[in-house]
């Protein structure tokens, strides 16, 4: 377990030592983690929920790391979307032999190596404190990714996302701080047992939770997302995307759900399910009226945020309880999937024809078809066609919403996947119009579009291994 | 200190963070920003250490003192790069056409894990 | 795994791997292309006999696969999901040879034939599904692999019309996902079963499953093109030719009249859907639709439009067959699944031959294309006759036992509607014949291609020709042991029988 954090963050120090191995570096680190992970989902599926004690020191002043089903499923989902990204950035920072690309190319090895690094911390963390920590870290290598391009509104809207990602880290550790006050201790399980119900706990979750919001780009503090995932190289964009923001999710699942969650009342709850909904509707609308397909796939990315604090309000009553948790995360994971697919499909596109404004995208499924095949199924992955991961996610949220007598949750994920269908289908059309000549002037080597449709399959492929994932999120979840 | 009451600390650490917050909401200026976040910072740290101190023992906790400085860690690494990427950006609106790289941040964030993780 | 089980996921196969192999031929292969084509077909053609004779024999086939928790994906073959599977099995292996000589030397065909085989294999899966969720889950990916098929041509029109169709079926789709998680979260996994599988929540919940049948009208009747759903089709036929037949006769729309007879007989049930009191609306809908199309198709001028619209007033004598209780009306509207598709069928074979051959798109270009083009117009012919119902073919037989069948129910109205449609056709199709056969033709036609020794190619050819026999065969013999009517009478016992 400690390798999966340690890996990564050797591989991320020696890259940054010798730039020309960076690559190399890269796929060592995803060898040792893949394995890694391997071998820590067979343990969890066989003895169930694992610990480690690093350097053998216990929980209250040691650090722990924990993996149960959700980790598990996120560090998989986490190695196979670096992984991919690793394929798809190795030709595409090679574009040009100017002296920028050979910077980008020198320092993008090891932030994303320090950014798995940080993730991997973050979902096998155990105490509030080493979470802040390691999603401070999240946050740096995020914010560095994205000045990577190195222009203008590249480096403006990674400022913004540094301001907002640090105040955000800075709000969730004052609620530690509050949490420390009240409960003597950082642990999650230690919190849960101690914690008394009383204002400071409130006030420390509140602060905590606002913070989250705003780095999980929850509506309506989503404002920094766009830009910042639409500036970033196309890479990036589809770390960030599908990653990065779900790594503040993943915290905000933990406190509710793991540390404090005799305040997940249903009040609190259908504040969050609003919200949520309003992110879907908000940001599908945004999307349909973007003229830049980076700006639509980042709204998108608002939109289908949405769809994961959909989990909250189900999780109130018994008989969705476990259908809804399942439903959510598996969404994470197709979105993940999906959305990566999407990006590098944009960084595909960008590369042929020097732009991405739709309206001029004319004949991708000509050009580009395999490019264009694997937008076409991501998409059937957001819009939540079967047999896809999109669909199955969705249908346990929506029969959680019906068993538990939520109509407004079913209503608004029918309508958030129609809305998703529309701003899909404004870049399809586009897709399958003959293309203008002149449009597309340079060629893109195989390997980037094979990696995008690869992992659109794998969004495509999750329905079907739904039971897996079930079975796996089911060890160590919020239930008795 | 341990005459004081603690409280006070508290509620000093709290005001500091939302003066912090209201600034970097507030201003425009670049630097004045940052050293809004850093203000912000001061007053959780604070905050910690009012803590520490609350617990009714002898000796005050210890183990805040320790996230104490772990965060000033992380505090400095985050101004660091806040200041490295404010400066690309006025030397790019200064000179829009300068396509000169910048790397401070990575250096910062690179050489960070050791210190906090 | 056992060879019955195999069977079964082999009349999925043959189509689905042969698409997903024919999307990564080059462009230029073309010989290979045709060659796997005809053979997925082929082979599928031979496997769904295998499978008819097992279901005849009262073999059970079965298949299923646990993708999330308690919901699996089943598949099955029984006397109802045989009638659909061998009719667009039949019809697709005549198709894909249309298609062949059609698209001789249009461009992305291997993009045309990868999602052309994906739609019939979700066609398949439609009929070979065992329950709602599969159902579904079939239901939806014949959307989305038919959309690229729509818009083959690439022109302002042609992504209209596809952008029309996605929006129409999308719509009905989610409102079908609602529906069947809501009887999910009422009843649990819903198999299809003869007499339907509701009768527990008859009493409980007699209101929500008054609502849900309308859900479900709602969502299916999108793709059976239903008025007021049938707004796509018509637009729809912007695309070639021979993915009008599928959309008219081998999949979209027959696959909304299966889904409304799947849900009549199989999950519900007609007696509890008639206890209800759900029928009488679906039946006039139905009827309504049936004049409406009629109506509509009198005014076209562009052929395609026209046989568009006839469609929409066709497909629902299948709606009304389900929505009438009593075996003689389900015998009409279920047989009327396989005429229809084979009255149609023909039709659009004949259309794309007049485009193809001769450039000719309108009813008032036709003059005189039987002198041109005998043998398709022959077929062209038969068809339309069938379709107005002259006896002894196809739909001849459909309408009597619609007729009967409405009698013996006590709904006269229905007998009205059926003579009026039939006038209707008459009016549409009659003049289409005369001009072909009576008038002279013009001097010059508008695009002439000539294709050597036969009329047009051999493959526009041979299709009509072969779906024209089919249509006498379905007629003239239809008492006989081996006819749609024989077996569909096999169905109607089970669902109405003691």
Known sequence: MSGLILGPLVAAALAFTFPKRGRGMAWAAAGVVGIAVLSLIRAVLGGGVQSHRVSGWGAPLGIDLRADGLAVLLLALTALIAVAVTGYAAPYLRAADSPEARHRERYFWPLLLFLWTALNALFLSRDLFNLYVALELLGFAAVALVALEGKGDALRAALRYLFVSLSASLFYLLGVALVYGQCATVDLALVAERAPRGPALTVALALMTGGLIAKAALFPLHFWLPPAHANAPAPVSALLSALVVKGAFYLLLRLWFEALPVFHTPAAARLFGMLGAAAILWGSINALTQSRLKLLIAYSTVAQLGYLFLVFPLMTGRDGRFGAWCGGLLLLGAHACAKTAMFLVAGNILRAAGHDRIRELAGIAQVLPVSAFALGLAGVSLVGLPPSGGFAGKWLLLSAGLREGQWWVAAVILVGSLLAAAYIMRVMTRAFAPAVPGTWVRPVPPIMEGTALALALVAVGMGLAGSWFVELLWLGGPWP | MPDADPRLYLLAGLALFAIGFYSLVVQTHLLRRIMALNVMGSGVFLAFLALALKAAAPMPDPVPHAMVLTGIVVAVCATGLALALADRVQALEANEETPAPEEPPSAETGSEPEDAG | ?498
């Open chain 3, 1 to 498: 795994m056992n060879v019955l089980s195999l069977t079964l996921l082999g009349v999925l196969c043959s189509s689905l791997l042969t698409g997903l192999i024919i999307f990564f031929l080059k462009e230029e292969s073309h010989r290979l292309r045709t060659w796997l084509n005809l053979l997925g077909a082929g082979l599928k053609l031979v496997l769904v006999a295998a499978l008819l004779r097992g279901v005849y024999l009262g073999k059970t086939y079965a298949w299923s696969f646990e993708f999330l928790p308690g919901l699996p994906l089943a598949l099955g073959a029984d006397a109802n999901s045989m009638l659909f599977v061998t009719l667009s099995t039949v019809l697709w292996f005549w198709t894909t040879l249309y298609a062949v000589g059609y698209l001789e030397d249009s461009p992305h065909r291997s993009r045309f034939f990868g999602f052309f085989s994906l739609c019939v294999t979700a066609t398949t899966g439609i009929a070979l599904s065992a329950n709602l969720m599969t159902f579904l889950i079939f239901y939806e990916l014949l959307t989305v692999s038919t959309y690229p098929l729509v818009v083959h041509r690439g022109t302002r029109k042609a992504l209209q019309g596809g952008r029309v169709y996605l929006t129409y079926t999308l719509l009905g789709g989610a409102i079908l996902l609602l529906a069947v998680a809501w009887l999910y979260s009422l009843a649990g996994p819903v198999p299809f079963k003869e007499r339907g599988v509701i009768q527990g929540l008859m009493v409980s919940h007699r209101r929500e499953l008054q609502w849900l049948f309308l859900l479900f009208m709602i969502g299916i009747g999108v793709k059976a093109a239903i008025a007021p759903l049938h707004g796509w089709l018509p637009r729809a036929m912007v695309a070639p030719a021979p993915v009008s037949s599928l959309l008219h006769a081998v999949a979209v729309v027959k696959a909304g009249a299966f889904g409304i007879v799947r849900i009549v007989y199989d999950v519900y049930g007609a007696e509890n859907a008639a206890e209800l009191g759900v029928l009488p609306p679906l039946a006039i809908a139905a009827g309504v639709t049936i004049v409406y199309g009629s109506v509509c198709a009198l005014f076209q001028d562009e052929l395609k439009k026209r046989l568009a619209f006839s469609t929409v007033s066709q497909v629902s004598y299948i709606v009304l067959g389900a929505a009438i209780l009593g075996p003689l009306a389900a015998i009409g509207g279920l047989v009327h699944l396989v005429h229809q598709g084979l009255l149609k069928i023909t039709l659009f074979f004949g259309a794309g031959n007049y485009a193809e051959t001769l450039g000719i798109h309108r009813v008032s270009e036709m003059n005189g294309v039987g002198r041109r083009l005998p043998l398709t117009t022959a077929a062209f012919t038969v068809a339309a006759l069938g379709m107005i119902g002259v006896p002894p073919l196809a739909g001849y037989v459909s309408k009597w036992y619609l007729s009967k069948g409405a009698v013996t129910a006590g709904d006269h109205w229905v007998t009205v509607v059926l003579a009026a449609s039939s006038l209707l056709n008459a009016a549409y199709f009659l003049p289409i014949l005369y001009r072909a056969w009576f008038l002279p033709p013009p001097e010059k036609w508008p695009a002439e291609h000539s294709f050597g020794r036969w009329e047009t190619h051999w493959m526009l050819l041979a299709a009509p020709l072969v779906t024209a026999a089919l249509v006498i065969w379905a007629g003239v013999f239809a008492e006989s042991a081996f006819s749609p009517l024989a077996w569909v009478k096999l169905i109607a016992a089970r669902e109405y029988g003691p």
